[in-house]
């Protein structure tokens, strides 16, 4: 069965840490898809990142990065340099195919903290 | 990609009464979705709105309880019916775009059930 467990709950670090937000999944299928939205205190869900099961290459974006490894099932998300604007709630999301948008399994989402 | 406008943004509501969540596009989207958010919880699917015909629903939610419409490609509506305090969450209004591949969100409808 599909499954995204996010094992933390709630993360606080001080501003400028280094911090990763772990996600592990579960999928039959071969072909998939990994996301991560971001769901600051204003409810929205911001879209990050998506990664495609053919392509294990990490990603880069400013001080986002992502570490995909099939091997363990994960789909880390790091932040470096925290900043307070992190402050949100980071869901990581597993799709089975690129245009079944209803196929969508969310883990349970991991509250970040981030202390000036 | 597509901007989503959600009304309302948050409301207080009396038990036993209906509330109806609008859902308005900026483009003409195919896909529509809608999605529920307890307090401290995880994203569930209500429901996908289909233009033109009865929305498909997910276990564990019926259509007397979440009545939804969509009667064009940019609009839908969700009405929460009945409201009992368990329906106190975060009504999210969502839309698949056919190769952006992403699924996209509104601002949500934060609803409190007194």
Same mark, same amino acid.
């Given at each position: ?15 400028? $840490? %280094?911090?990763?937000? %772990? @996600?592990?999944? $579960?999928?039959? %299928?071969?072909? !998939?898809?990994? *996301? ?17 099961? *053919?392509? $294990?290459? #990490? ?11 099939? =091997?363990?099932?994960?789909? #880390? ?14 869901? @990581? &999301? ?6 079944? *948008?209803?196929?969508? !399994? ?9 202390? +000036? | 990609? &597509? ?9 207080? @509501?009396?038990?036993?009464? =209906? ?19 307890? +307090? ?13 015909? $009865?929305?498909? !629903?997910? =276990? ?6 979440? +009545? ?13 019916? #009945?409201?009992?305090?368990?329906? =106190?969450?975060?009504?999210? @209004? ?5 190769? &952006? ?14």
């Amino acid at each position: 069965a599909q499954k995204v467990t996010q094992a933390q709950t709630e993360i606080s670090v001080v501003e400028k $840490e %280094d911090v990763t937000l %772990d @996600c592990v999944y $579960e999928t039959r %299928d071969t072909t !998939y898809y990994l *996301f991560w939205y971001k769901q600051p205190p204003s409810g929205e869900l911001v879209f990050l990142i998506r990664r495609n099961s *053919f392509d $294990e290459q #990490n990603e880069i974006s400013g001080r986002y990065s992502w570490n995909f490894q099939k =091997s363990t099932s994960s789909f #880390n998300f790091t932040i470096t340099a925290s900043q307070v604007v992190d402050s949100a709630v980071y869901f @990581c &999301a597993l799709s089975e195919a690129l245009y079944n *948008f209803n196929k969508f !399994y969310f883990g349970s989402g991991t509250k970040l903290n981030v202390k +000036p | 990609s &597509a901007v989503i406008s959600q009304k309302p943004s948050r409301d207080i @509501c009396q038990r036993g009464t =209906s509330l109806t969540i609008q859902c308005q596009v900026d483009s003409q989207v195919t896909m529509m979705f809608w999605y529920r958010q307890q +307090p401290g919880q995880s994203l569930t699917l209500i429901a996908t709105a289909n233009q033109g015909s $009865e929305a498909t !629903y997910e =276990s564990g939610f019926v259509i007397d309880k979440f +009545p939804i419409s969509r009667p064009n490609l940019t609009f839908s509506t969700l009405t929460v019916s #009945n409201m009992s305090p368990e329906d =106190s969450s975060i009504y999210l @209004c969502s839309v698949g775009v056919s190769g &952006a591949n992403v699924l996209t969100f509104g601002a949500g409808s934060r609803l409190t059930v007194l």
